[in-house]
């Protein structure tokens, strides 16, 4: 079974795991981060079933990325200082951080291997277009919306040549074509209890939302998307 969903917000923020203080974002939701939020849609409170599904994210609109600046705490309790009637001893620091510009995506999830019984939980949620949780982009003040795209029944094909709308794996045989832009990202594919990240992988994205022209490759039918799961 695979179902596919589009998701957006005004602002969106997808840091590096094995980053505390991380200014930078991804361009696209890693697989983590859409497993967070089919978490946050299906009100689960242990999603880590869904590490045996595989996903697609298509770029459908991705205005750039702006900067800015906020005050935070930096070990924020170990700074705390009760004894003074509260406040902080030290430890004040200003962080930078990345937000992407009015993201939107498409997303394809693969939940052929996933456990039935939370298959089920996830697709009967998915279909009511609402939320347990709060959805968010990324972070939590970047508050998200969705729609349900439906089940699809995909078409494996293979050809010599293909454009493809996913992003995908950087070891594919691909071309760069003009007026198009890409960039590259090392993504987690799998967490752990202890938000443990692995499987890491490299990947290609066009962030205009353009196809990415593939040669010998394998790809899956998704409605009009052709698809190249992670």
């Not at 770029?59 to 004894?83: M, Q, S, W, Y």
């Not at 094909?157 to 007026?179: C, K």
Request: proline share 5%; hydrophobic share 35%.
């Amino acid at each position: 079974m695979v179902v596919g969903f589009e998701v957006w917000a005004d602002f969106g923020h997808f840091s590096h795991p094995a980053t505390v203080y991380s200014s930078l974002t991804y361009p696209v939701p890693p697989k983590t981060t859409v497993m967070g939020m089919l978490g946050a849609i299906a009100g689960l409170d242990e999603y880590l079933g869904l590490n045996a599904m595989r996903y697609g994210v298509v770029v459908r609109r991705l205005e750039g990325k702006r900067r800015f600046c906020f005050n935070g705490i930096k070990e924020a309790l170990k700074e705390l200082d009760p004894k003074k009637g509260g406040g902080f001893r030290k430890g004040r620091k200003q962080f930078y951080r990345e937000l992407l510009l009015r993201p939107h995506y498409s997303i394809y999830c693969d939940l052929r291997a996933v456990e039935e019984d939370l298959r089920q939980k996830v697709v009967g949620s998915l279909q009511t277009q609402r939320a347990y949780y709060p959805l968010y982009m990324g972070i939590n003040f970047c508050l998200a919306q969705y729609r349900y795209l439906g089940e699809f029944e995909p078409k494996t094909e293979r050809q010599d040549e293909m454009w493809i709308d996913s992003i995908v794996p950087l070891g594919y045989d691909f071309a760069i074509e003009p007026n198009k832009q890409y960039t590259d990202v090392r993504m987690a594919r799998s967490i752990q209890k202890g938000r443990l990240f692995g499987d890491f992988a490299d990947y290609l994205v066009e962030t205009t939302g353009q196809p990415i022209l593939c040669k010998n490759v394998e790809f899956d039918v998704v409605g009009e998307k052709k698809i190249v799961w992670s």
